[in-house]
């Protein structure tokens, strides 16, 4: 269900961070003096703490790096703490998608941006297929015309309908956004609007349809979410409003929902799929350790469908674990859901 940052039309799509960026933010200083992730005034930096999370990388693989190959290298506060300033911020984003491209460490990080850059290039990592209107939509963006944006994604969901709008429009320009922001050419602050303009898209467009379907006794009935720690919920949306248009009953928990308590929401609600999405800012081990989980705490009838940009959803996952790549595969996953239900 797939990659903003992050376009394959998945259940997981990435933007900006979600290709990654949300949250990316330098931090406050701590007023103790003893948080590593804080940032002290008069430096400009971001702390280690937001990169890890955003990027989906680890505290020590960073520190790791900067004594193995000498990048990143971070400034440092009066108190020792780590501050990346963000040309090094838009350098490990490269990275950190030419290593889930396969790329080594040893080969990526003594690079310059510029060499990164052409080596995404030339390895077709985070290219964008050609598309001029996405690209005007895009360029709004950048150019701060927020008012033109809105009007102009409104104007295309209104006039293509749900389905052709998330499938044609939603999803690749997620991921537009995504690898913008991962090139640098777009700002954390660009993919928070854009991805505050998308959601009152999609929700307008989908909320006369899911209030149809509720207590009709449609199935599966499906629960949406994402684990603690993946904060990404566009591609979720998306692939809400795929299985609402396949007359799937859905319940929307929002991003981050602690594992007991889907759970219960699977027990009190009847809930025969569990329906989650993994950027790739979310650490391999954390999606895996998440879904092994999950996955044993939760009755064997309840399916698990997975979907994102995560290179973790490459492995082989749990028994029960299904992943549906992409937003199209997801009504042929239903219609053999629905087959298996009938034996």
């Not at 006794?217 to 566009?234: D, F, M």
Request: proline residues 6%; glycine residues 10%.
């Amino acid at each position: 269900m797939t990659n903003t940052s992050e376009t394959d039309q998945s259940m997981n799509v990435t933007v900006g961070g979600e290709t990654g960026a949300a949250g990316l933010t330098p931090m406050n200083p701590d007023p103790t003096g003893t948080a590593e992730d804080s940032a002290v005034a008069g430096i400009a930096g971001i702390g280690i703490g937001a990169i890890a999370h955003e990027i989906g990388l680890t505290k020590d693989t960073l520190r790791v790096w900067e004594r193995r190959y000498g990048f990143p290298q971070p400034l440092r506060s009066s108190g020792g703490e780590r501050l990346y300033p963000q040309e090094q911020v838009t350098k490990l984003r490269l990275v950190k998608r030419l290593l889930d491209a396969g790329h080594r460490p040893s080969k990526v990080l003594p690079q310059s941006i510029t060499q990164l850059q052409q080596l995404a290039e030339d390895s077709g990592v985070g290219q964008d297929a050609p598309d001029g209107e996405l690209d005007r939509l895009v360029g709004l963006l950048r150019a701060g015309r927020y008012d033109d944006f809105r009007f102009e994604l409104l104007r295309r969901a209104t006039r293509e309908g749900l389905a052709r709008f998330v499938l044609d429009v939603a999803a690749p320009l997620s991921a537009r956004v995504g690898n913008a922001w991962a090139a640098g050419t777009l700002q954390v602050y660009h993919e928070h609007l854009f991805s505050e303009a998308l959601q009152v898209t999609l929700r307008s467009l989908m909320r006369p349809l899911s209030e149809a379907l509720r207590g009709r006794g449609a199935h599966p009935r499906v629960v949406l979410t994402t684990l603690p720690g993946e904060a990404h919920g566009l591609g979720i949306l998306m692939a809400e409003a795929m299985l609402a248009l396949a007359d799937c009953e859905c319940m929307a928990l929002g991003t981050q929902t602690p594992q007991q308590d889907i759970v219960d929401a699977v027990t009190a609600h009847e809930i025969e799929i569990v329906a989650l999405s993994f950027s790739a800012s979310m650490p391999v081990q954390a999606v895996v350790n998440g879904l092994t989980e999950l996955r044993a705490v939760l009755p064997s009838e309840v399916a698990i469908w997975v979907g994102g940009s995560s290179p973790a959803l490459r492995r082989k996952l749990p028994d029960g674990v299904l992943n549906v790549a992409g937003l199209g595969p997801i009504e042929d996953a239903l219609a053999e859901w629905r087959h298996t239900a009938m034996l």
